[in-house]
Structure formats: C-alpha cells, structure tokens
C-alpha cells in the first residue's frame, strides 16, 4: 500500500480498494513473425492496443512502455463497461523535431504503476521486431536490426539517426551475420585482413582509440550532456554489453587510414531494455 492509500485508511475514506492488477496486448492481437516464423512480437512500426485491468478509481496510472517513453493516464476502471479494464494505445515510431524515431528490436517489458491514489505495480514482457518496408510495398519483420558497416569511411564513427538512443541498463547484442566476410584494411600483401575483433598488431596514437584492438570494431555511446563516452571492444561473431551512458550507439573503426580499407561487416543488433531505465 502506498503513502497516500495508507493515509486515507487511516482516515477511514474510500478509494484505497482501488488497484491495478495486470496489463498485456488487447485479446486475440496479431503478432509480427520473421521470414521463417520462429521468431515473433511486435513491430517496432505498429499501433497497439493495450488494456490495464484492475478495479476501482485509481486517481492516475503510469505506463512505462518499456523502449523509453511513458505516459500518465487517468485510472477509474469503475466507469468502464466492463468495470475491470481500461484500454490504451501506443505507437512505437514517434517523431523527434521532424525525424521518425524508431525503437530498437530486442526483448522489452511494459510497466504499469500507481501515480495517485492507487495501488499495484504490474509488468508484462514483450519482444519488438524491427520492421522494414520492401521496394513492391510489403513488410518484413526481424528480431534484429541489420546493417552494413563499409571500410570506407570519412570519418571513425557514425550513428543511426533513425534509431532511438540506448539508456542505461540495456543490454546491446551485436552479432556478426551468418554471410559477413572480413574488412581489408589496406596493409600490404593482404596483412590486416580482420573481423570485428581486429588484431594484436601495434596501436599508435595516430589510431582514434589507442586503448583498443588494431582495425576492430569499437562500439561508443556518449553523453554529450552529462560528458560520459562508454567505450566497448568489438568481439568476434558476438559483442554483448551493458550500457552504462545514455545516447546514440555508435560504430567505430579504430584505423590510422581510413582511405585505403575496402569490404565491410555485416552485423545484427539486439536491445534487451528489460531491466533499462
């Protein structure tokens, strides 16, 4: 029972029997599968229907949606039809300053909780796909973000715009796609040839991350506001960690010559925002 709810008991008024007891997807939704059917959740470009079941007059509920927005609604189940449950939307592409935000794929989980005069605190766990629209107009939904990373770059590091930044406590998986071939780094007789994980070669400060790997893939969120950069080595076939800044992910080549690489990875990433916050 919260503050408020043991307050008003105290004081002998109605109103604290008022609870949330559950939330998930409106019945019989459909859910967004990946070519083979294995995998399947929702798409990171849909409008959902949601229901908060509880009884009562909640004076205000929070939904945490899990990928980094929320929202605060009003909670009075006992002016429903059905007395037990109030509907909800929610669109998982939102326009930031003109620019289509979408979230990326991985595991999540909804929360909802009491703001005011209320009690209970439910979670529901889901999956979001990353969606794509194809040139004939149909969709294709996977459990990853796909992405090709070209050894030819102006400059060390670029980001997605297009995707949500990563908060802390998000657990980021980047694995190396089943096809992905190697990156040449333009070394003579073909001597830097490498994956992700680059070499033990020697690393000069003339590299943009002397602390890391000789031509590797080198992961970077930053903070430009509270002045936090996290640095993560790229592994072989599967980088996983836990982001400890929140912003933008980045993909780093840690080269001295960016001008002379050709090729490229192909890389798979997952967000598990489940315990983010």
Not at 46 to 63: K, P, S, T
Request: glycine residues 14%; negative net charge.
């Amino acid at each position: 029972m919260d503050g408020l709810c043991a307050v008003l008991a105290s004081m002998a008024l109605a109103g604290c029997s008022s609870g949330i007891t559950g939330m998930g997807l409106f019945p019989q939704t459909p859910l967004s599968c990946d070519t083979g059917g294995t995998v399947c959740g929702l798409s990171n470009t849909g409008l959902y229907y949601f229901e908060v079941r509880g009884h009562g007059n909640c004076g205000a509920i929070g939904i945490d949606w899990g990928e980094g927005t929320s929202q605060t609604m009003r909670g009075d189940f006992a002016a429903t039809t059905s007395k037990t449950w109030i509907d909800v939307t929610h669109d998982f592409s939102r326009t930031v300053a003109g620019q289509t935000i979408q979230s990326w794929p991985g595991p999540k989980q909804t929360r909802a909780y009491s703001v005011a005069n209320c009690t209970g605190d439910v979670r529901s766990p889901y999956r979001l796909m990353h969606t794509t629209t194809l040139s004939d107009g149909s969709t294709r939904h996977s459990a990853a973000f796909t992405l090709g990373i070209s050894g030819k770059q102006d400059k060390p590091c670029g980001s997605l715009p297009q995707m949500a930044n990563l908060r802390i406590g998000s657990r980021v998986i980047v694995d190396e796609l089943p096809s992905n071939t190697d990156m040449d780094f333009g070394c003579l007789f073909g001597g830097c040839i490498n994956g992700p994980e680059g070499n033990a070669g020697p690393v000069t400060a003339a590299f943009p991350f002397p602390t890391m790997r000789r031509h590797s893939l080198v992961l970077r969120v930053v903070n430009t506001v509270a002045g936090q950069v996290q640095l993560v080595q790229g592994q072989g076939q599967h980088t996983e960690f836990v982001v400890n800044a929140n912003g933008p992910l980045e993909f780093c080549l840690n080269d001295d010559a960016l001008g002379d690489n050709s090729g490229g990875w192909g890389l798979a990433v997952q967000v598990d925002e489940t315990t983010a916050r």
